[in-house]
T-cell receptor, first 112, second 115 residues
Framework: KNEVEQSPQNLTAQEGEFITINCSYS?????LHWLQQHPGGGIVSLFM???GKKKHGRLIATINIQEKHSSLHITASHPRDSAVYIC??????????????FGQGTRLTINP | EPEVTQTPSHQVTQMGQEVILRCVPI?????FYWYRQILGQKVEFLVS????????KSEIFDDQFSVERPDGSNFTLKIRSTKLEDSAMYFC?????????????FGPGTRLTVL
């Protein structure tokens, strides 16, 4: 079983729609990252959070530690939001563990 | 804004050849990482490096792989004898702190193609 599961795997929506991408994890974590990967392959960090909610522009990330679940929301989606969105967690309950464990990504396509 | 850089952006090599992938982490960062992503698959951890030694490595990181920080600015990943299955995107990352709240910054990646 994967430690980090994302849903949906693929999502197509019309410009302006509200988008939600979900991430569930099975290990104890201290931090969760949302990352964006564009078609060229580069990875950009969007959020790092360990509790509650963070907002940056049209992006909102929430996490529920008890339920081991996080969501990434995009309001007023735009074609330039089209990318792969990746959830990754760090399990620092393991001594010295610095690595990120990644989900498989959600491919988002926003049509004009 | 400081960023992690990687060279080359694309490397094509023959099976059995050695390759060195280069990364320049953000200058005041102390923790360095290599990840890889085989086409169509998720990103996987390879190795983390701190204080001039490996702090953690995955089962992927076998004797064919090595890392080095040769001059205080570059951080390299060497694959001694490449295999077809080493074809992937390789990402370098760095962070300034250890512990729960450090953020890792990623480079743009090197696409390695082994023929």
């Amino acid at each position: 079983k994967n430690e980090v599961e994302q849903s949906p795997q693929n999502l197509t929506a019309q410009e302006g729609e509200f988008i939600t991408i979900n991430c569930s994890y099975s290990v104890g974590i201290s931090a969760l990252h949302w990352l964006q990967q564009h078609p060229g392959g580069g990875i950009v960090s969007l959020f790092m959070l360990s509790s509650g909610k963070k907002k940056h522009g049209r992006l909102i990330a929430t996490i529920n530690i008890q339920e081991k679940h996080s969501s990434l929301h995009i309001t007023a989606s735009h074609p330039r939001d089209s990318a792969v969105y990746i959830c990754a967690v760090r399990n620092t309950l393991i001594q010295g563990a610095q690595k990120l464990v990644f989900g498989q990504g959600t491919r988002l396509t926003i049509n004009p | 804004e400081p960023e992690v850089t990687q060279t080359p952006s694309h490397q094509v090599t023959q099976m059995g050849q050695e390759v060195i992938l280069r990364c320049v982490p953000i200058s005041n960062h102390l923790y360095f990482y290599w990840y890889r992503q085989i086409l169509g698959q998720k990103v996987e951890f390879l190795v983390s490096f701190y204080n001039n030694e490996i702090s953690e490595k995955s089962e992927i990181f076998d004797d064919q792989f090595s890392v080095e920080r040769p001059d205080g600015s570059n951080f390299t990943l060497k694959i001694r004898s490449t295999k077809l299955e080493d074809s992937a995107m390789y990402f370098c990352a760095s962070s300034s702190l250890s512990g729960a709240f450090n953020e890792q910054f990623f480079g743009p990646g090197t696409r390695l193609t082994v023929l």
